[in-house]
């Protein structure tokens, strides 16, 4: 018997009473093809591509290698070699490829071209244009059949494939001497051990989707700890009594609806991240992720890896093909954070892939459609870096088609006392401490003091106070020393009044005779006023003088 001879109708039959099919001797069963390329993105979408090639693999050896034994039992072969010949006629006449008259051997040098792949075209059915070749059964498959008639175990990878968009699908048969390190990577999902190991990164999948949620519920108990402390409902956990506060926030869902470019600007630990949170929240991409990425704090060589991704051997420690961030933010936002820390030669890079919505990974030679939205961040005042020359003005532009500028905290002291309750109880929450407020003489401190570093101090401030407090409140010694320790209330003018000089200079003195504990001796000689002309403008004021007098 010779492979040329094979004909399917002499392979095929079926039972009289209809009960089996045999094929080549062997009971068979009819798989519809899109079957098996559901299951292929079951596998895939469960457990990942690692895995689901591991499977496939060793499916399709498993298959080959049983093939091979049914066609040794079943006809006399003129020849082993014809024997194992017949595998590449055997497969074709399954329905899994078709090759031509004259194709080759895939033991021989030039290798194995074949056409209408079965598993390229549910591939592309499911997932669409794949990078890799993406042939895992039949590899399996001709692997198994080989193996097992040559006699030593022979390993077959694809360097072509219909699936990742090459004209047929091409393959090489050797054994694992002949592959050499080269392909280690790719001859491990032929052991068995690899299907271990891909359950422990599924499992590992499982365990990051399992800290998501928590990370959601976390979320939840924050907006409920949010409620339950604000007098007035807070918009998706930002607190804005305060007029320039809401006015940002009203803005700031205003330009989510629309995929344009935004730059936040504030100073350090204002809250830039978190609006540029709320707008991510109420744009159209809410599903998709919301990635963020302190540029300042990754050198020059490092961002460009990290936001573009890199190809397999790009550089020294490069492994393996790794997608960037921009691809990794896909459907969703990517935040650039600290944005004006970006050296003017990674400034062109990153404006070509926000003007062409495209990037390109180092080490390769091909561009990649991304659909992300941008926010940019930053404390810096890029008009005067852009006047010094260390910044580009098109980038710029690009970046400030709408600008959003998180006022200083001195500059919204009615979010003080509302934010400060929502953080202490967020800290009371997560310490599994029973507070319950903030002691007059605390609040009066908070309101007065100039919170240089914003919300990030208040909120340092909040979590070292419940840290602290030995009572049901926090009281003024649970506060870190440089605001305990202020000497003057802080001068303010509200929105749209100007007060009488006299009133601010009543309160401003009362406020000072607070602090000294009603000592006018100690509050005059502050002043820098004579105990007399203090003890007067108390009696003024319809105060008894007494204290220090």
């Known amino acids: 018997m010779r492979a040329d001879d094979l004909d399917y109708k002499e392979l095929l039959h079926m039972e009289a009473d209809g009960s089996a099919i045999r094929f080549a001797g062997q009971r068979a069963i009819l798989l519809d093809a899109v079957a098996m390329g559901l299951l292929r993105k079951y596998l895939v979408e469960n457990f990942g591509f690692t895995a689901a090639r591991t499977v496939l693999t060793q499916f399709g050896f498993a298959h080959g290698w049983r093939m091979a034994e049914a066609m040794k039992t079943e006809f006399k072969w003129d020849s082993d070699e014809e024997w194992r010949k017949a595998g590449t006629r055997i497969h074709t006449l399954e329905g899994l490829f078709e090759v031509g008259l004259e194709s080759q051997d895939p033991l021989s040098k030039e290798g194995l071209t074949f056409l209408a792949s079965y598993e390229a075209e549910q591939h592309l059915l499911h997932f669409g244009r794949a990078d890799a070749p ?24 694809e360097d072509r494939c219909q699936g990742k968009g090459d004209a047929a699908c091409h393959l090489f048969g050797r054994t694992r001497d002949e592959w050499g390190n080269e392909k280690a990577d790719e001859l491990r999902y032929y052991e068995k051990a690899r299907l271990a190991e891909c359950l422990d990164v ?68 204002a809250g830039k991240e978190r609006i540029a949170r709320l707008v991510h929240q109420e744009s159209t991409r809410a599903a998709g992720p919301f990635i963020a990425v302190n540029c300042g704090a990754i050198t020059e060589t490092l961002l460009e890896s990290e936001l573009f991704g890199h190809a397999r051997g790009a550089f020294t420690g490069a492994t393996h093909d790794r997608p960037g961030l921009f691809e990794s933010a896909n459907g969703g936002t990517l935040l650039l954070d600290e944005v004006g820390e970006v050296s003017p030669g990674m400034q062109v890079k990153l404006l070509r892939a926000i003007q062409e919505r495209e990037v390109r990974r180092v080490g390769e030679n091909r561009n990649r459609k991304v659909d992300v939205r ?176």
């Open 202 to 269: 599924s499992l590992h999948r499982v365990t990051e989707t399992l800290k998501a949620a928590e990370q959601k519920i976390r979320t939840h108990q924050k907006a409920l700890v949010q409620v339950a402390c604000l007098e007035e409902p807070s918009f998706l956990g930002i607190v804005a009594k305060s007029p320039p506060m809401r006015q940002l926030v009203d803005l700031a869902c205003r330009v989510a609806k629309v995929d344009s470019t935004v730059l936040i600007t504030g100073e350090s630990g």
């Open 374 to 549: 941008i926010i940019a961040a930053t404390n810096r005042n890029l008009a005067l870096i852009l006047a010094d020359g260390a910044f580009r003005q098109d980038l710029y532009y690009r970046l400030k088609v709408v600008e959003l500028n998180v006022p200083p905290l001195r500059e919204r002291r009615e979010d003080i006392l509302p934010l400060a309750r929502v953080l202490l109880a967020e800290s009371a929450v997560w310490m599994k401490r029973k507070i319950q407020g903030l002691a007059p003489g605390a609040t009066d401190r908070l309101l007065h003091y100039a919170w240089p570093g914003n919300v990030r101090e208040l909120q340092n401030a909040m979590e070292r106070a419940v840290a602290l407090a030995q009572g049901v409140r926090v009281e003024l010694e649970d506060l870190p020393e440089e605001i305990r320790e202020i000497s003057y209330p802080l001068p303010r003018v509200p929105t749209g009044t100007v007060r009488p000089l006299e009133h601010v200079e009543k309160e401003y003195i009362l406020a000072a005779l607070a602090l000294n504990g009603g000592n006018q001796t100690r509050t005059a000689e502050q002043l820098q006023i004579g105990s007399a002309t203090l003890y007067r403008k108390l009696k003024s004021y319809g105060l008894i003088g007494g204290g220090g007098r």
């Open 134 to 157: 993406m042939c895992w059964t039949i590899c399996g498959l001709i692997s198994g059949y080989l193996s097992r008639t040559v006699g030593k175990e022979i390993f077959v990878l």
